[in-house]
């Protein structure tokens, strides 16, 4: 798998923490940042992963030139993590449902930027994060698994979004792993999960 990053890249740090780990079924053959250097390139760096700090700015072919590095490293399933860009064609089909992202809300909810802010704000007591498959809209394509975390009432938006970001760290393994194994089964907008 590759992992695309555009920032921080703690939920990439999780999963190459997790595909390290005895019998899991996946591996990160790449990270590619849209930013060029971005503190998530260290994390690749770091556990020995090609690290590809690349400008989609000044691209502007942008998912044609990645689709192509991508084919070129033969990826079977490309994890977006923070990455904060459209996946555009022709990058959409030529990876069609292996392509997936998580999202700091209960999707539906709270598309966007600034997600578990906007929770808080709405006042929901209960929040969480999604991971999903990517289509062409904003954080709106087929529900892989989601994870609750409850609202306290003296939660202020950066401590909610502690704790969400705590349950991303677990979910988007999760997720990747049911999708090494073949185990998401996509039926329309459902996924369900085969038993093992
Ligand atoms: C994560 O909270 C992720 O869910 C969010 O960006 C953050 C990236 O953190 N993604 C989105 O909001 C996508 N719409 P990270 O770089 O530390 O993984």
Redesign the pocket.
Known sequence: MTVL?S??????RAILEQSRAPGFPARVVAAVSDRGEVP?LEHARSAGVEALALDAARDPSWDAHLAAVLEERQVDLICL??Y?RLVREPLLSRFAGRIL????SLLPAFP??D?QRQAWEYGVKVAG?TVHFVDAGM?SGPVVLQRSVPVAEDDTPESLARR??AE?HRAYPEAVRLFALGRLELRGRRVLVRPQ
């Not at 920032?7 to 990439?12: D, E, I, K, P």
């Not at 992202?101 to 700091?104: E, L, Q």
């Open positions: 990053v920032g921080r890249g703690s939920n990439l998530a993590a923070g904060m992202n998580i999202h700091p966007g930027l997600a994060c954080d969400i970001l991303e």
